[in-house]
């Protein structure tokens, strides 16, 4: 029998979820996926920042996270074994741990002023070698230490490390790194009120919640020697390590928000991407199941997923590379996926700009995907698609240019076209593209020559839906309005182009 695998996404909701931190939550979520019922994914929320880790900041990091369809097992709103989930909520575990490391003698109070510890590290520098903490007060007798602690002197809480040897980072991804422990020097675990710091915390959480891998940014490296010597201070298993790569932007540039046009989740999802596609691609980033295969659906990325295959090296993102999968996502979806997934976007994440709500509201999403399923490659484009439909009617600006270019040949395409669309007994697709085809026919012009006036005539759009798609959705009425309209105009400007004798 295959044994429980339990791995753990940590979020701070002090921000938006970066893609870097999406990445590393996606190979957790896939990896403990991967093992059916024996693996587990949980999510712990790290909210000790009270300034930054409100109410609201914690709703929306977990909106985002369920938007990315990232489902946990354990957790915010789901709870558990292991409750409390909150950092926050969970002081009485980080106490008691606090009193083991001082039973054992792995933990003493530090009293160092920050004088001398700046001091210390100038003379370091100074000397051009590391800069370790001496450790003065690591053999205080402990008698001594907490009479100056009830005195109420200033202290924090070190770990005592060992002086020599090392202590080695068995990891899935880079293999075995040594650190001298004597480089490592006594750190600190927590403050004078018990108040826990982010290495002692992390352990404590992990191994009360048996979490068994531990998936995260190689940025993380260096703390994991102390995390390693606090587990086995403790007494507890040490979990296997996989430290992933840096996510980088296609200019090789660490991802910013002022470098990179999107470097968080919550952009992602205001821009219609699909949450399979995300997935997938930022499951390539760093990861390939074969080196060649691009399009994933979630299912086969699960069984794929092999977090040994990850690469050493920073790897980039390829926003469009991301847009491509997207279109393929959005196109592979059932009519009715498609449509739930439009509907979310339009309610939870469409911008409120009225111009732009205007053209998503105009028809609703089935409509919407007989239209342009098979054309966009986001949800944030359907408004674009379907803007020729809102009234009042009006050219833009290339639109009209455009139109205006194919002069006496597309007044006599918008002619001809209007007396047949007139002549139909019924405005169905199968009759609109007949009419459409038999104008090329009877002009003796290529498809091309006909249907660019008319598409720009119909919907005063370089970008549009299928033709016969869009003036069915126009109606007749409205339709036929249009292409005589826009015959009259472009007429008109054809003649005062003519120079006059």
């Given at each position: 029998m295959t044994s429980p695998v339990r791995v753990r996404f940590a979020p701070s909701p002090t921000g938006t979820l970066h893609l870097g931190s999406a990445r590393s939550a996606l190979f957790?979520?896939?990896?403990?996926?991967?093992?059916?019922?024996?693996?587990?994914?949980?999510?712990?929320?790290?909210?000790?920042?009270?300034?930054?880790?409100t109410p609201e900041n914690v709703d929306q990091a977990l909106k985002v996270f369920r938007w990315l369809g990232l489902d946990w097992d354990e957790g915010p709103g789901v709870g558990g074994p292991h409750e409390p989930y909150f950092q926050s909520q969970r002081s009485d575990a980080y106490s008691r741990a606090l009193e083991e490391l001082f039973a054992s003698g792995h933990a003493y109070r530090a009293f160092d002023t920050k004088e001398q510890l700046a001091a210390d590290r100038a003379e370091a520098e100074a000397a051009k070698r590391p800069y370790v903490y001496v450790g003065a007060g690591r053999d205080l007798d402990p008698a001594t230490s907490k009479a100056r602690a009830d005195a109420g002197e200033a202290f924090s809480v070190r770990f005592k490390v060992p002086t020599t040897g090392t202590t080695v980072v068995h990891d899935m991804v880079l293999g075995d790194t040594a650190f001298e422990n004597a480089l490592i020097g006594d750190f600190v675990v927590a403050r004078a009120d018990g108040s826990p710091l982010y290495n002692f915390a992390n352990v404590v959480d992990d191994a009360?919640?048996?979490?068994?891998?531990?998936?995260?940014?190689?940025?993380?490296?260096?703390?994991?020697?102390?995390?390693?010597?606090?587990?086995?201070?403790?007494?507890?298993?040490?979990?296997?390590?996989?430290?992933?790569?840096?996510?980088?932007?296609?200019?090789?540039?660490?991802?910013?928000?002022?470098?990179?046009?999107?470097?968080?989740?919550?952009?992602?999802?205001?821009?219609?991407?699909?949450?399979?596609?995300?997935?997938?691609?930022?499951?390539?980033?760093?990861?390939?199941?074969?080196?060649?295969?691009?399009?994933l659906a979630s299912d086969d990325l699960?069984?794929?997923?092999?977090?040994?295959?990850?690469?050493?090296?920073?790897?980039?993102?390829?926003y469009k590379k991301l847009e491509w999968l997207n279109g393929e996502h959005l196109?592979?979806?059932?009519?009715?996926?498609?449509?739930?997934?439009?509907?979310?976007?339009?309610?939870?994440?469409?911008?409120?700009?009225?111009?732009f709500a205007a053209a998503a509201d105009i028809i609703d999403g089935r409509a919407a995907a007989e239209l342009v399923q098979e054309k966009v490659a986001t949800f944030s484009e359907v408004p674009a698609y379907l803007s020729f439909l809102v009234e009042p009617f009006t050219f833009t600006d290339d639109a009209w240019a455009r139109l205006e270019k194919t002069g006496e040949v597309g007044v006599t395409v918008l002619t001809h076209v209007t007396a047949a669309l007139e002549a139909l007994d019924a405005w169905e697709l199968d009759s609109?593209?007949?009419?459409?085809?038999?104008?090329?026919?009877?002009?003796?012009?290529?498809?091309?020559?006909?249907?660019?006036p008319i598409r720009f005539a119909a919907t005063g759009r370089t970008i549009a839906p299928g033709l016969w798609e869009s003036l069915h959705a126009l109606g007749r009425e409205r339709s036929l309005e249009r292409l005589a309209s826009a015959r009259d105009r472009l007429s008109a400007a054809v003649a005062a182009s003519v120079p006059q004798a």
């Open positions: 957790n979520w896939l990896y403990a996926r991967h093992f059916g019922e024996q693996g587990t994914y949980v999510l712990r929320i790290e909210d000790t920042d009270q300034e930054r880790s009360d919640m048996e979490i068994t891998h531990v998936i995260r940014g190689n940025d993380h490296l260096n703390n994991t020697p102390k995390q390693i010597l606090i587990y086995e201070a403790l007494g507890k298993p040490v979990p296997a390590f996989a430290h992933l790569p840096m996510v980088l932007g296609p200019d090789g540039a660490k991802l910013s928000k002022r470098r990179h046009h999107t470097s968080n989740v919550e952009q992602l999802a205001l821009a219609g991407y699909a949450p399979a596609a995300v997935r997938n691609g930022l499951a390539l980033v760093g990861w390939s199941k074969d080196g060649e295969t691009e399009y699960i069984a794929a997923f092999d977090v040994t295959r990850v690469k050493k090296s920073a790897a980039q993102i390829d196109r592979a979806l059932s009519v009715e996926e498609w449509v739930a997934g439009y509907d979310a976007w339009r309610t939870e994440w469409m911008p409120a700009d009225a111009e609109l593209e007949a009419a459409l085809r038999g104008t090329c026919e009877a002009l003796e012009l290529k498809p091309g020559k006909v249907f660019s």
